[in-house]
């Protein structure tokens, strides 16, 4: 009987993933219109159909961060059209003008604004309609990047270039050429944009280089006058002329991955603009282009060999630029294979300059005694190298309702911390409840849910976690648990298991995945590896 009602909560989880998605596109046009001078204009006329309360967050408001030196942005039409018939426009006070969230704390980037659009009126049922263009005031992108995929299932979706168009454009996926440059798919199912795993994927888009913006940032970084201050910043440094290329990796890293917090601002919205060196440095912030900048023009000067690799203006998925060798990085980047056999160090214009995978493990260890009838209170150590983020300890703790007082958080390197505190839980009703958040805080559920429909899916890095938790009772308890299980293939191994007192119950669990790309036809061994830690997720272990 209570194998039936675990295995039900199981089938209630699924039943609600697998249910109707939220919204649809139900068509989507959009123009590119490049001038001979190589200005785009974008048009896009799109109609989506909402379904629950859900799709609201997703398409009540729209947001566009742009720099109007660069770029003007109209909004055509914002209807939304109710189940009866009834259109409510979006009234003058839903279209905003407001300061972007990336720019908060840089003021240098004052001047970059944030389009909003409230659409109004939304309902179960209802139909918005929306349009808008996006026109340069001057030439100053390198790429058109436009995926044809969404969260949610795009039944028509149009993409034409018009004007100068490039001699070579690129389609991917499910894309097919329905005309002279044009291009769309139809009946999409939705996509699920894994930044944190898929690095190739079956999400279809359309690519076209204006400029290679390799070459542009290049050119960018060579310029004399932007080379200003440079030896100033690496005397900075105090490497003193005596270093290991390591040595010199370590310090350029240092200065620009952790003491220049990034403005999330691509190189596009800036137009591919600088600030002095020593502008940069004294702020204490950069856009990823400039962390670019400083980290290749220190290596040059002391004459460390390095790659230096760009994102597509986009979702971060995998492209290749038409130059080849070249690759567009996320933050966690594939490296293409004659990379890694150079042994060069990679500088990346997304996100921080230097991306490092490195191996991250996570090991908790947590004691509680039983001080009064149900209430426990112990000790908890938590060991982390490379965390994947930033991350709260509150979210490894393995019991439902347990809560960390007064943590204390021991930083021995820029990899490696340690947190200890005092751990307090009480058990209700004789139901011991294991927690999720150990699963969240690996990404699991977010993984497994981008496996389906991927060609090939990318972990992060290599991942080590252990979890051990004992508890002593005062008297004799009667337990009952679910069995051990483990697995091991080639992804690597996991396993949990219980132990049994009569005054103390003993628990641990492992995983180590030492296998991180995955096509589809190995895929399977993943969600095989993970099956004991999931199969823990929210079990229940009865305490009388």
């Not at 497994?448 to 429909?453: F, R, T």
């Not at 997720?537 to 009865?542: A, D, K, R, S």
Request: aromatic share 8%.
């Amino acid at each position: 009987m209570r194998n039936l009602f675990i295995i039900s909560l199981l089938l209630v989880g699924c039943a609600l993933a697998l249910g109707q998605s939220s919204a649809e596109i139900l068509n989507e046009t959009v123009t590119y219109t490049i001038s001979e001078d190589g200005a785009v204009e974008k048009q896009v006329v799109q109609r989506v159909k909402l379904h629950d309360f859900t799709a609201f967050s997703r398409f009540g408001e729209w947001f566009y961060t742009y720099n109007p030196e660069l770029e003007e942005v109209r909004i055509v039409r914002s209807v939304t059209i109710q189940p009866d018939g009834t259109e409510v426009p979006t009234p003058e006070n839903g279209i905003l003008d407001q300061s972007p969230y990336a720019t908060a704390n840089a003021p240098d980037f004052s001047f970059m604004r944030e389009r909003m659009v409230s659409h109004v009126g939304l309902e179960p049922g209802s139909i918005i309609e929306f349009e808008f263009v996006i026109a340069d005031r001057h030439p100053f992108r390198t790429v058109i990047f436009e995926p044809m995929g969404d969260y949610f299932p795009v039944l028509e979706k149009t993409v034409v270039f018009q004007g100068k168009v490039p001699s070579k454009v690129t389609r991917h996926g499910l894309a097919e050429k329905t005309g002279k440059n044009t291009y769309g798919v139809r009946n999409l199912p939705a996509m699920i944009l894994a930044d944190e795993f898929a690095a190739v994927t079956d999400m279809p888009f359309v690519y076209a280089e204006l400029r290679n913006p390799l070459s542009v940032a290049r050119e960018l970084f060579a310029d004399e006058a932007n080379q200003e201050g440079i030896s100033a910043l690496a005397g900075r440094l105090k490497l003193n002329g005596f270093h290991t290329p390591a040595e010199a990796v370590a310090a350029v890293t240092d200065m620009v991955n952790h003491r220049l917090v990034t403005v999330n601002l691509p190189a596009e919205k800036t137009g591919y603009s600088l600030r002095k060196a020593d502008e940069i440095y004294q702020s204490g912030y950069a856009t990823p282009l400039e962390k670019a900048f400083l980290a290749t023009t220190l290596l040059n000067t002391f004459r460390v060999d390095h790659q230096m690799l760009v994102l597509a203006d986009g979702v971060g998925e995998s492209v290749l630029l038409h130059e080849p060798r070249w690759a567009v990085l996320a933050d966690y980047p594939v490296y293409p294979e004659d990379l890694s056999v150079t042994g060069e160090r990679v500088v990346t214009l997304a996100g921080n300059a230097f991306p490092a995978p490195a191996e991250s493990h996570c090991h908790l260890s947590l004691h509680l005694k039983e001080t009064e009838k149900n209430t426990f209170s112990g000790d908890a150590v938590l060991s982390l190298r490379n965390p994947l983020g930033n991350m709260d300890p509150h979210r490894l703790l393995p019991l439902e309702g347990a809560k960390l007082e007064k943590p204390k958080i021991r930083i021995h390197s820029l990899a490696q911390r340690t947190v200890t505190g005092q751990v307090t839980y009480t058990l209700k009703d004789g139901r011991l409840e294991m927690s999720s958040s150990a699963l969240e805080y690996l990404r699991l559920p977010r993984l497994l849910a981008a496996l389906p429909g991927h060609t090939h899916i990318t972990l992060p890095c290599q991942l080590k976690m252990s979890i051990h938790v004992t508890l002593d009772f005062i008297a004799d308890r009667i337990i009952t648990c679910a069995a051990d299980s483990a697995v091991a293939n080639e992804a690597g191994r996991c396993e949990w298991t219980v132990r049994r007192g009569e005054r103390s119950l003993d628990f641990a669990g492992s995983l180590d995945i030492v296998k991180t790309g995955y096509a589809t036809a190995d895929a399977a061994e993943l969600q095989a590896l993970l099956a004991p830690f999931l199969s823990a997720n929210g079990q229940v272990i009865l305490v009388e």
